[in-house]
């Protein structure tokens, strides 16, 4: 097991960026898939992107283009850059790894 420690949420503008941070306690170079999820108020956790130890990427239709997820396994490090963030992307994003480990979550808030 390792422990995800999720930064880098806070309040943006709409059209703003953000960059969230996913650092882990242990190495994540033999772990096969790390990914991001979110959970707004009142609605279920749902998948966002991940990244494969080969660097593959998957996006959610919901922010593919505007997402970017990359892994540095020296640093055991996962990052998801987020740009021209909307009101609907608010939400908690998590980090989680295909072992089944999740953060504690990062508050992200798009608002004027």
């Known amino acids: 097991q390792v422990q995800l420690v999720e930064s880098g949420g806070g309040l943006v503008q709409p059209g703003g960026s953000l960059r969230l941070s996913c650092a882990a306690s242990g190495s994540i170079f033999s772990i096969n898939v790390m990914d991001w999820y979110r959970q707004a108020p009142g609605k279920q956790r749902e998948y966002v992107a991940h990244i494969t130890r080969a660097g593959s990427t998957v996006y959610a239709d919901s922010v593919k283009g505007r997402f970017t997820i990359s892994r540095d396994n020296a640093k055991n490090t996962v990052y998801l850059q987020m740009n021209s963030l909307k009101p609907e992307d608010t939400a908690v994003y998590y980090c989680?790894?295909?072992?089944?480990?999740w953060g504690q979550g990062t508050q992200v808030t798009v608002s004027s």
């Open positions: 989680h790894t295909s072992r089944g480990d």
